[in-house]
């Protein structure tokens, strides 16, 4: 299921598909989306009996939550995606290692009308993110799974993601979809590592970040937040630009010397709406 129409979404924690307490757990959180793990938190052998809790977990639910299946060609991604197709429409499909846009034709016609949010986690995928987020107008969202980029590029620090990082921004953006949301932070019992790290992706134009524990969902939350400055100088905005069209013009000025034109109050409105999500 999806979050509340309007509602920013800026927490997705995920559980593994094979642990009903933890699912229980999980949807019973403040995260805004629950996303059920069919694929890297479940061992081969134990994919049947994940796929059985989740749907026993997710049907009985009215909250916010995504299932993510396990990669197309495995020999578990059809009994996923067909699982998951006799679920109340809300529920998201989240697809992994997603490279090819017939692919992405074939799991809409599998499951129609349902959102598909697709993980690029490859070089070829993150090529293609354009050509993959316009696939089909049942595509909800991309993101990256950074673990696995990572590997494919040889990386050993953050610097060499920067262009993927973008890349994805920009092709959601052109596609009409959502800021995509943050990869997950791994590194558990490192908040201010989190913190620091939710702050760089912000500044890059992510919105929000997926989680694999409870106890990061508040710092990312803190991080995405909008400060009360940034707040008081968007309602400047949006209150200086809708004065300045209301008598003719096309731009103002700002007490504090800033030229401003109207193309700037839709990052305000943004930080608004962040501002008021819980309230």
Known sequence: MTAPAGRPVLTLLYVPGDQPARIAKALASTADVVIVDLEDAVAPDRKD??????????????????????????PWALDDVAAVADLPLGVGLRVPKVVDVDDVRTLAASAPGRGLHLLLESALGVERAFDLATASPDVAGLGLGEADLR??????????????????????????????AMSAYTRVGDPEGLRESCLAGRALGFLGRTAIHPAQLDVIVAAFRPSAEEVERAAAVVDGVAAATTVGRGTVVLPDGTFLDVAMVEQARRVLALADRDR
């Open 49 to 74: 009996v994940a796929r059985a809790a989740a749907v026993e977990a997710v049907a009985a639910t009215d909250r916010p939550v995504q299932v993510r299946v396990n990669a197309l060609g495995s």
């Open 151 to 180: 590997s494919d590029l040889g990386l050993t620090g953050d610097a060499g993601l920067l262009y993927a990082r973008s890349r994805v921004i920009v092709a959601a953006r052109a596609a009409g979809l959502p800021a995509p």
